[in-house]
């Protein structure tokens, strides 16, 4: 897509920061329906946009050839396809973690509120409660050790096995020993 607007002179990325977010996508789809004036086009825009309507205007001004606008909409289909499988993909990761026994219950003793320190959240996140699930099969909250989120702790699932203690994770005041701890049972090498 962002070839093709660049074919198209449609320089919206150094407007915005995701062509494929509220502001980008609305602009998109109203030039692939036949939106050609730059004032409307910016009018689409999201109110979180920083760059004023005036800069959006003359991002807008552009060249809308047949085969760039062909290109455009054939790279949107392909990449709600790509969002679709990876709906799929959220799915079956899903079902996966559910299958695995759980070593706590959770309504005897429920997750912890998550204290979220990002702004914002990450496009490639799980569409489900990852986190929740992480829990119930590790029996402890992973995302508690400084520096490691629910996609970390997936990602290193493999090689850490189920095996490790609550009593590693729960030491807080050192995370940096924990997470050294946790990598250096699971075979991943020494790091103390």
């Known amino acids: 897509m962002q070839k093709a607007l660049n074919q198209m002179n449609l320089q919206i990325h150094h407007v ?7 502001t980008g ?9 036949g939106e050609r004036n730059p004032v409307k086009l910016a009018a689409l825009r999201d109110g979180r946009i920083k760059a004023s ?6 991002s807008l001004v552009g060249d809308y050839r047949r085969e760039h606008l062909f290109t455009l909409r054939q790279s949107l289909a392909a990449w709600r396809n790509y969002q679709k499988l990876m709906a799929e993909c959220d799915g079956e990761i899903e079902e996966q973690l559910a299958a695995f026994d759980a070593k706590i ?5 429920p997750l912890p509120s998550a204290k979220v ?5 990450y496009t490639n996140e799980p569409s489900f409660d990852l986190r929740g699930h992480l829990y119930r099969v590790f029996g402890v909250d992973l995302t508690a050790i400084p520096g490691i989120s629910a996609l970390t702790a997936i990602h290193c699932c493999p090689r850490w096995g189920r095996t490790f203690h609550d009593s590693v994770v729960a030491r807080r005041s050192r995370p940096g020993w924990a997470c050294a701890r946790i990598m ?3 075979g991943a090498g020494n790091y103390r």
Do not use: F, N, P, Y
């Open 25 to 33: 996508l609305r602009i998109i789809e109203a030039v692939l329906t």
């Open 117 to 121: 320190h990002r702004r914002h959240l």
């Open 16 to 22: 915005i920061s995701d062509i494929t977010g509220i």
């Open 53 to 58: 309507e005036e800069t959006i205007i003359k």
């Open 184 to 186: 250096t049972s699971a």
């Open 105 to 109: 219950d959770v309504a005897a003793q």
